[in-house]
């Protein structure tokens, strides 16, 4: 009882600090710009009547969230002439100059939209900046936050964020057209004012004090070492990647599933915008303070489970059809779930990573996590096809096992708080290239072999699933992934060869990594 108790006193403490405010608050900046280049831009383009293709093309802007830990080093070596915010903080004022800008000669735009080429850059700054600016408050959350105020702070993160989200997206559609769309676009930009004044009056980072590394090669490769010399560091990432899993493979169709089940119009956006959201809002929240009274990995354990039993609800609804109430409870249960894991993940990425390397250790672990959500359309979408709605959810039940097997690797069931900062580092040896080269082959052979089964898998499933009479054949398809006849077929083994390319480089680097070298 007494440690419950003491564990709730954290959480009022942590609602009431500075620290938790400030990075609360500033995600309300974070989400402003996101709402906006996903929500807002392709609506406006679609009112003007533009073309559906070139819509799809402004898609595009959206690579900087996933590539944003190429340039995030940069934040960590160099420091702009503002001592007083110091490195992470200057750096986010920066970026809310660009923000508010590029936002404001957007609003210029929509007098002209006719000027796509125009539209498009400003699209993509605006994208680049809230990627950059994403990086510096992110890399101040870990360096600012203290240990029990972190579940708080990451609950309140993502509820606002999340909430800003709305503010830039669907309550700017629906303002616009009771006001104007370049008004709409300039209070937007205005929004960004008080934002800035968060950053100017936020406490500063002990951090800075930290010594920061001489140089841009080291600023790149000593992040990446630091880590993957660890002797579990690959398990640990391994489960970033696997833990939200069949999450992000059972969320990435929601709408086409609820469409062909036979719900209306009506009956998807109550269900994805209103029940859908305020569910993630009140997950998030709940699981961050959850996260901070239960203890990090009773947290990850809890939500894990209910974030995987979620996903059976859509099995009812794929197997029952339209039944509104059950519609909306699994919809409300999953996003509930949904949100609660994400705040107990988002503690667990805080702590992973370096304070020393902020910026660039959490820019990659986010994108990372991120990854399983970028690829679970093309993917989910192969798998339904395949082998149909209620077998592609209870696919994404199974789905999650080998996640919750990976937590356990490093927090036992029953282990309060996962001792991720002292992994034991690896007594490395040295590797001649040669023998760096051989790893990554192997490697990327591995991968090649197991992502060709798996296509292969499906189509066997499909064909199966479509004629019963001719049974299950893996070698058929298995054949014709390697004489590709049309243009999905050249999709799927360029598809399996980019896997394997990338899985044979991360074999090279960590190897590299892990290699002894001369002083």
């Known amino acids: 009882m007494s440690s419950w108790l003491s ?25 402003l710009p996101l709402g906006l280049v996903w929500i807002a831009i392709p609506t406006w383009l679609a009112r003007e009547g533009v073309d559906i293709r070139i819509i799809g093309l402004f898609t595009l802007a959206q690579a900087p969230w996933s590539f944003k830990f190429l340039w995030s080093p940069l934040m960590d070596r160099y ?24 936002t ?22 605006i994208a680049f900046a809230s990627a950059s600016q994403d990086i510096a408050i992110d890399a101040y959350a870990v360096e600012i936050l203290e240990p029990d105020e972190q579940g708080v702070a990451v ?12 503010v830039a997206g ?24 008080p934002m800035m004044a968060v950053t100017l009056l936020a406490p500063k980072s002990a951090a800075d004090k930290l010594h920061t590394p001489p140089t841009l090669r080291q600023a790149v490769w000593e992040p990446f070492v630091g880590f993957l010399s660890k002797r579990r560091a690959l398990e640990l990432l391994a489960f970033v990647v696997l833990y939200k899993l069949a999450d992000n493979l059972a969320g990435a169709l929601v709408r086409p599933f609820l469409v062909q089940v036979g719900f209306n119009d009506f009956d998807v956006g109550i269900a994805t915008a209103t029940i859908g959201l305020v569910a993630t809002l009140l997950g998030t929240f709940l699981g961050g303070m959850l996260t901070t009274a239960m203890g ?22 794929a197997e029952i059809g339209v039944n509104r109430p059950l519609m909306y409870g699994a919809m ?40 399983p959500r970028i690829l679970a359309g093309p993917v989910t979408g192969v798998m339904v096809d395949a082998a149909g709605w209620s077998q592609f959810f209870w696919f994404t039940i199974a789905i999650g096992i080998p996640g919750m097997i990976m937590l356990h690797r490093f927090a036992p069931l029953g282990t309060r708080e996962p001792e991720i900062e002292t992994l034991a580092k690896i007594h490395p040896r040295r590797l001649s290239p040669g023998v760096l080269l051989g790893r990554g082959l192997l490697g990327g052979g591995v991968a090649f072999a197991i992502a060709a089964t798996c296509v292969a898998l499906l189509e066997a499933v499909k064909r199966q699933r479509l004629d019963p009479a001719n049974g299950f054949d893996l070698l058929a398809p298995l054949s014709g992934l390697f004489t590709p006849a049309s243009i999905s077929d050249w999709v799927s083994l360029f598809g399996v060869i980019l896997f394997s390319a990338v899985f044979a480089l991360a074999t090279a680097a960590t190897a590299a990594a892990r290699s002894k070298r001369k002083r």
């Open 170 to 193: 669907g309550l700017t559609i629906t303002l616009a057209g009771l006001w104007s769309w370049p008004g709409m676009f300039t209070l937007l930009a205005l929004l960004y004012l």
């Open 332 to 371: 409300g249960f999953e996003s509930l779930t949904t949100g609660m894991g994400t705040g107990a993940f988002s503690v667990l990425l805080l702590r992973m990573t370096q304070k020393q390397f902020s910026a660039t250790q959490y820019a990659l672990f986010s994108s990372l996590f991120a990854l």
């Open 296 to 317: 990090l990995g009773h947290a990850l354990w809890a939500f894990g489970a209910l974030q995987i039993l979620s996903n059976f609800g859509y099995v009812l609804v």
């Open 155 to 166: 609950g309140a993160r993502i509820a606002i964020y999340r909430a800003a989200m709305f």
């Open 104 to 125: 404001l000669l957007l609003g210029g735009q929509t007098f002209n939209p006719d000027t796509l080429w125009i539209i498009g850059s400003l699209t993509l700054a």
């Open 79 to 102: 420091a702009l002439p503002l001592p007083r915010l110091g490195r992470k903080l200057g750096w986010t004022l920066l970026w809310q100059i660009a923000l508010l800008v590029s």
């Open 7 to 31: 564990a709730w006193r954290a959480v009022g403490s942590a609602l009431r600090s500075r620290r938790t405010a400030a990075v609360s608050l500033l995600s309300f900046s974070s989400g």
